[in-house]
């Protein structure tokens, strides 16, 4: 432990099959289920194409440009999390590349998401690691600290608290606090009925042609 990174006793996290319930769904259903609100910024996007992951936010707080706090959050991981990283919006410097993804793949983390940069961008594609990041960047982390780990950290404008679900995929990134979850799911069922019926007309109105 490095003693200007701070960490967050523990919280309580989703159980997996109810992270597995969110699996069905998109980024863009999920959001109009809990009234178009909660998407991250749309700076945010994949690293690589076909990028997506669900998963519990373990989150970091590091200064711009630095990763020590990532770093030590390795020892934080457990199977499920995803990686929130409020790197403060930085995009000049990679707070994560291959060497880290390799890690949060290794310790069962289903994906980052960085507001900030990541590097490596290739090798973390050809391994399969889902990143989401405001930008690709060559230029490596200082790793200096301060940070913090599991506390509320601000990502692309949305709050992320340790436990919340978090669903990303081609079109970004939604937050979805824990004790919302059931509702959401169940409005989302209900936008996914709507959106077949949507899609019915139009078959409709093809036959009929
Ligand atoms: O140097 C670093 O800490 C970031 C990086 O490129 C990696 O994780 O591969
Ligand atoms: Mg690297």
Sequence with gaps: MTDN????ATWQRPAPELLERFRVHSVANLGDAFGRLNIVDGGIAPIWTGAYAVGSALPVLTVAGDNLAVIEALDHIQPGDFLAINAGGFDGRAILGDNLAQRFDLFGATGAIVDGAARDKAIIERLGFPVFARAVNPA?????????IGEPVAIGGVVVNAGDIIVADEDGVIVIPQARAEEVLAAADAVVA???EKDAEVEAAKAAR
């Design 140 to 148: 490596g982390p200082w790793k200096n600290g301060p940070g913090v």
């Design 5 to 8: 990174i701070r960490i967050a």
């Design 194 to 196: 709507l959106e077949a």
